[in-house]
């Protein structure tokens, strides 16, 4: 009896665990939180991180006059780089508020602060809205670094350089955070643009495309350009940063074709990793460890992100094909800079990074190849006769993430009513003439597993299993409890108590 108590508290205790980890859900936000003051040998703390014309193979374009969307309005309405995010200015609230708003891929809440932060310069003051309305909700997100909580509410909100029109929409009104709003960034919010399963508190709230969609009668399909690529991460002054695009496509936007990879599963933009090149070096890893768990595309984060085991490969594969003769450890932990002397061309020494995407013909693929520009990033040297880089690319334990540093090399069409991914060379990723991404295919995927995501079970369906397992472990120790209670508290032959549920002593805390 001992026994079968042990087991039910321990199954319990495990159920327990994985409820209450998977309700404080993590999500991959990781922003570079500013300049760095840094010397060759500086440490660095972690890093953050409505009818149109179609192409022919169903894409939105904006070349029908007649259409109720202007796409050209849309043109450079991002600003910021990949290091700080990209963001876009809202009009929230009657009268409207003005507030810059991260892009972020990776998550589904709309979210904007709305109480005094010390890193931000204002917030959307509810009480001054005559149009907002709580919900008496509270919402609570975790990123991969930072969270906030905050209410639940409704009100207006306008894009100046968006779609025509004002749409009613979800807005999470945010009291409080740790690590979310950072040094150095002139966002005071987040627009989360991934699908409603990510919502929290649960999918009943509408994400903010969503809304959109419905509302203003827009096609399923927005893109993005993000035109940071090659920009020093420690830049005080915030260009132009690119483009996000509700309703298609723009044509101008981009050069060449635009390939397309399926989404796999609509909670994140879910695609399949075939492969990884270093330079000519295939890594030779199996598929499904490209995979593992998941592998997404997120402008959230600022890295490139990789499973553990594939990061280690990248690494081995790029020290064996760079012509620098050692490294210290630290530059590809992300812990310390990599230093020349101004005028010397470091980059010279790093070769193309390549990642095979599955095509929509599933027996195809393509690949999109960034170039060391893109990868090796500039980090502003106060000392002045140094040039200092950062390497761009990290270890993941939740999955591969293909972040800004690798999408400001393209033209990304996030085609939600085909549920597929596009890629084009983005016309901003150019350096000096020399264009900083390239787009090839298409080629066989004969050599590798025809399902190459198949990993652990996805996070909504672990809720689901560790929610059944806490009914099923606390009803079945109901049932114990008052198996061992009740008849068991009575005198014995030798007149004692007997109470084999004091046991029960080991609590879950």
Same mark, same amino acid.
């Given at each position: 009896?001992?026994?079968?108590?042990?087991?039910?508290?321990?199954?319990?205790?495990?159920?327990?665990?994985?409820?209450?980890?998977?309700?404080?859900?993590?999500?991959?936000?990781?922003?570079?939180?500013?300049?760095?003051?840094?010397?060759?040998?500086?440490?660095?703390?972690?890093?953050?991180?409505?009818?149109?014309?179609?192409?022919?193979?169903?894409?939105?374009?904006?070349?029908?006059?007649?259409?109720?969307?202007?796409?050209?309005?849309?043109?450079?309405?991002?600003?910021?780089?990949?290091?700080?995010?990209?963001?876009?200015?809202?009009?929230?609230?009657?009268?409207?508020?003005?507030?810059?708003?991260?892009?972020?891929?990776?998550?589904?809440?709309?979210?904007?602060?709305?109480?005094?932060?010390?890193?931000?310069?204002?917030?959307?003051?509810?009480?001054?809205?005559?149009?907002?309305?709580?919900?008496?909700?509270?919402?609570?997100?975790?990123?991969?670094?930072?969270?906030?909580?905050?209410?639940?509410?409704?009100?207006?909100?306008?894009?100046? +350089?968006? *779609?025509?029109?004002?749409? @009613?929409?979800?807005?999470? =009104? &945010?009291?409080? $955070?740790?690590?979310?709003?950072?040094?150095?960034?002139?966002?005071?919010?987040?627009?989360?643009?991934?699908?409603?399963?990510?919502?929290?508190?649960?999918?009943?709230?509408?994400?903010?495309?969503?809304?959109?969609?419905?509302?203003?009668?827009?096609?399923?399909?927005?893109?993005?350009?993000?035109?940071?690529?090659?920009?020093?991460?420690?830049?005080?002054?915030?260009?132009?940063?690119?483009?996000?695009?509700?309703?298609?496509?723009?044509?101008?936007?981009?050069?060449?074709?635009?390939?397309?990879?399926?989404?796999?599963?609509?909670?994140?933009?879910?695609?399949?990793?075939?492969?990884?090149?270093?330079?000519?070096?295939?890594?030779?890893?199996?598929?499904?460890?490209?995979?593992?768990?998941?592998?997404?595309?997120?402008?959230?984060?600022?890295?490139? +992100?990789? *499973?553990?085991?594939?990061? @280690?490969?990248?690494?081995? =594969? &790029?020290?064996? $094909?760079?012509?620098?003769?050692?490294?210290?450890?630290?530059?590809?932990?992300?812990?310390?800079?990599?230093?020349?002397?101004?005028?010397?061309?470091?980059?010279?020494?790093?070769?193309?990074?390549?990642?095979?995407?599955?095509?929509?013909?599933?027996?195809?693929?393509?690949?999109?190849?960034?170039?060391?520009?893109?990868?090796?990033?500039?980090?502003?040297?106060?000392?002045?006769?140094?040039?200092?880089?950062?390497?761009?690319?990290?270890?993941?334990?939740?999955?591969?993430?293909?972040?800004?540093?690798?999408?400001?090399?393209?033209?990304?069409?996030?085609?939600?009513?085909?549920?597929?991914?596009?890629?084009?060379?983005?016309?901003?990723?150019?350096?000096?003439?020399?264009?900083?991404?390239?787009?090839?295919?298409?080629?066989?995927?004969?050599?590798?597993?025809?399902?190459?995501?198949?990993?652990?079970?996805?996070?909504?369906?672990?809720?689901?299993?560790?929610?059944?397992?806490?009914?099923?472990?606390?009803?079945?120790?109901?049932?114990?409890?008052?198996?061992?209670?009740?008849?068991?508290?009575?005198?014995?032959?030798?007149?004692?108590?007997?109470?084999?549920?004091?046991?029960?002593?080991?609590?879950?805390?």
């Amino acid at each position: 009896m001992a026994y079968s108590t042990f087991v039910l508290f321990g199954a319990f205790a495990l159920s327990l665990y994985f409820g209450v980890s998977y309700c404080y859900f993590s999500i991959p936000l990781k922003i570079y939180p500013g300049k760095y003051n840094v010397s060759s040998d500086v440490n660095l703390t972690s890093l953050r991180k409505v009818a149109l014309k179609s192409d022919g193979s169903g894409l939105s374009l904006a070349s029908d006059p007649t259409g109720t969307v202007n796409f050209l309005d849309m043109v450079n309405n991002l600003q910021g780089d990949s290091g700080r995010g990209y963001y876009i200015e809202m009009s929230i609230g009657t009268p409207g508020q003005k507030l810059n708003i991260l892009v972020d891929t990776g998550s589904s809440n709309f979210a904007v602060a709305a109480a005094p932060h010390q890193f931000i310069t204002h917030y959307f003051n509810t009480a001054l809205s005559s149009t907002y309305r709580s919900t008496d909700r509270t919402v609570a997100v975790r990123y991969t670094q930072g969270n906030w909580e905050g209410e639940l509410g409704m009100d207006r909100v306008s894009i100046p +350089r968006g *779609p025509n029109g004002t749409i @009613n929409i979800n807005i999470a =009104a &945010i009291l409080s $955070s740790d690590g979310f709003f950072l040094p150095g960034i002139n966002w005071q919010g987040i627009l989360g643009l991934a699908y409603p399963v990510l919502a929290r508190p649960d999918s009943s709230v509408e994400p903010f495309f969503n809304s959109v969609v419905r509302q203003l009668g827009i096609p399923d399909v927005f893109s993005l350009q993000m035109c940071g690529a090659g920009l020093s991460a420690g830049s005080e002054t915030d260009t132009m940063g690119g483009s996000l695009i509700m309703g298609g496509a723009e044509p101008s936007l981009y050069r060449g074709s635009v390939w397309y990879t399926p989404i796999i599963e609509e909670w994140y933009y879910q695609v399949e990793v075939l492969k990884l090149e270093v330079g000519d070096q295939n890594l030779n890893l199996d598929c499904r460890e490209y995979n593992m768990d998941k592998a997404i595309v997120d402008s959230g984060t600022t890295l490139l +992100r990789l *499973p553990v085991n594939v990061f @280690n490969a990248l690494v081995e =594969a &790029i020290t064996r $094909s760079s012509l620098i003769e050692e490294f210290s450890s630290g530059f590809w932990e992300g812990t310390k800079l990599a230093c020349w002397m101004k005028g010397e061309n470091p980059l010279r020494f790093f070769p193309k990074l390549s990642i095979y995407l599955r095509a929509t013909n599933t027996s195809e693929s393509f690949r999109i190849t960034i170039l060391p520009q893109l990868y090796i990033q500039p980090i502003t040297d106060v000392d002045g006769a140094l040039d200092c880089f950062r390497f761009g690319v990290s270890s993941s334990t939740n999955g591969m993430v293909i972040g800004a540093i690798v999408m400001e090399g393209f033209y990304v069409v996030f085609d939600r009513t085909q549920r597929r991914l596009g890629f084009a060379l983005s016309s901003c990723a150019v350096s000096d003439g020399v264009a900083l991404s390239e787009i090839e295919g298409p080629f066989s995927a004969a050599d590798v597993a025809a399902n190459c995501s198949g990993g652990p079970l996805k996070e909504p369906l672990v809720w689901m299993i560790s929610y059944a397992l806490m009914a099923v472990c606390a009803l079945a120790l109901l049932i114990l409890l008052l198996m061992l209670i009740l008849p068991c508290r009575c005198r014995n032959r030798n007149g004692e108590i007997t109470d084999e549920s004091s046991l029960v002593r080991h609590r879950i805390k």
